[in-house]
């Protein structure tokens, strides 16, 4: 005779795994704009507000570093549009290192919620919402999912929700995921980190309306844009010479 406790037991564990991230989301966006920190979404609003940022940074690096991974996460977990402007906002408030890492580590966490929320009862939605584009990804996922992962991830030739969603779709495991986004997502976060620490470093310089750095990140940013073109050609040549 099954046991009526265990049964309870079982569907409370899997209410918190279906509804865990959803929390978690929820509540790092309340947190958010509790702060006010909605208001700083320009780069008009962070010239402004540059030498607020540099003091709350300065006086606890560690609170405003929790505070923006947060914001970050709730981002790419919502699949909101801002994550460029966010990962500029890093460079420009940490410096290119730190900014550029703490980015990383909260793209590949806010896009592990997205795979984890596929997995749920919220698949069904998202897959709603992924519509006919999700299936041009299945061929390759179903090849050699951590390459084509990772291809995508330094080309982002598809939107980054879809490329967070269609993983788990395809049956991708938890692990490689989080690999091949880690890695992938590298080139283009420090690049775009680098670019907010030159705005920092050109508005330091009052009359100078570029900074070294500030050059620096746009060559950098153009690098980054012709990685897909790259990365194709040298896909097509593998396929022909296969």
């Known amino acids: 005779m099954a046991d009526p406790k265990n049964g309870g037991d079982k569907r409370r564990n899997f209410s918190l795994k279906r509804w865990a991230p959803i929390a978690v989301i929820a509540t790092a966006l309340a947190t958010a704009y509790a702060l006010g920190l909605h208001e700083y979404i320009s780069l008009q609003a962070l010239g402004d507000k540059r030498e607020a940022l540099q003091s709350i940074v300065a006086n606890n690096i560690l609170?405003?570093?929790?505070?923006?991974?947060a914001i970050y996460i709730v981002a790419v977990a919502l699949s909101f549009p801002g994550a460029s402007f966010l990962t500029i906002a890093s460079g420009f408030s940490f410096g290119w290192l730190l900014g550029g890492a703490l980015t990383a580590i909260s793209a590949t966490i806010g896009a592990s919620l997205i795979f984890l929320a596929a997995r749920t009862s919220f698949g069904d939605l998202l897959q709603q919402k992924a519509g006919n584009r999700i299936q041009k990804l299945r061929q390759g996922f179903q090849a050699d999912s951590f390459n084509y992962l990772l291809f995508?991830?330094?080309a982002p030739i598809f939107p980054f929700w879809l490329i967070n969603l269609a993983p788990a779709l395809f049956g991708m495991r938890l692990g490689p995921y989080v690999l091949a986004t880690s890695i992938g997502i590298l080139p283009g976060t420090f690049a775009y980190a680098y670019f907010g620490q030159g705005i920092?470093?050109?508005i330091e310089m009052e009359g100078s309306i570029v900074s070294p750095e500030l050059a620096i990140g746009l060559g950098a940013l153009?690098?980054?844009?012709?990685?897909p073109?790259?990365?194709?050609?040298?896909?097509?040549?593998?396929?022909?010479?296969g």
């Open 63 to 69: 609170l405003a570093a929790l505070t923006y991974m």
């Open 152 to 154: 995508l991830r330094l």
């Open 229 to 241: 073109i790259v990365l194709k050609r040298i896909r097509r040549a593998r396929r022909a010479a």
């Open 222 to 227: 153009g690098l980054v844009a012709l990685l």
């Open 200 to 202: 920092s470093s050109a």
